[in-house]
Nanobody, 117 residues
Framework: QVQLVESGGGLVQPGGSLRLSCAASRSISSFNVVGWYRQNSGKQRELVADMTSGGFSNYADSVKGRFTISRDNAKNMLYLQMNSLKPEDTAVYYC???????????WGQGTQVTVPL
């Protein structure tokens, strides 16, 4: 069973930065797609950013230019650098790894990010 464990969430003032980390129990490069999703109370889980095994990255329009997804294959780690944080970025952030067509789909337990008004 694959495990994904997030860390790095917390409370940060508007305009601040956080870096989320996700530790995978197996080679991060073995997954077709890895990424970050977020969910706020009462809303659907939404894609924040993802990256293919080939290194192509994709971002939600709301975070383009502020967030950067990256990975360290040697450490089996996935990261999300979040800059210029806004109150609307407040959510539980989840690490995800899935196959093409979601033939497999793994989630972490989530980490809370709070940016107060």
């Amino acid at each position: 069973q694959v495990q994904l464990v997030e860390s790095g969430g917390g409370l940060v003032q508007p305009g601040g930065s956080l870096r989320l980390s996700c530790a995978a129990s197996r080679s991060i490069s073995s997954f077709n797609v890895v990424g970050w999703y977020r969910q706020n109370s009462g809303k659907q889980r939404e894609l924040v950013a993802d990256m293919t095994s080939g290194g192509f990255s994709n971002y939600a329009d709301s975070v383009k230019g502020r967030f950067t997804i990256s990975r360290d294959n040697a450490k089996n780690m996935l990261y999300l650098q979040m800059n210029s944080l806004k109150p609307e970025d407040t959510a539980v952030y989840y690490c995800n790894a899935h196959g093409l067509g979601f033939i497999y789909n793994y989630w972490g337990q989530g980490t809370q990010v709070t940016v107060p008004l």
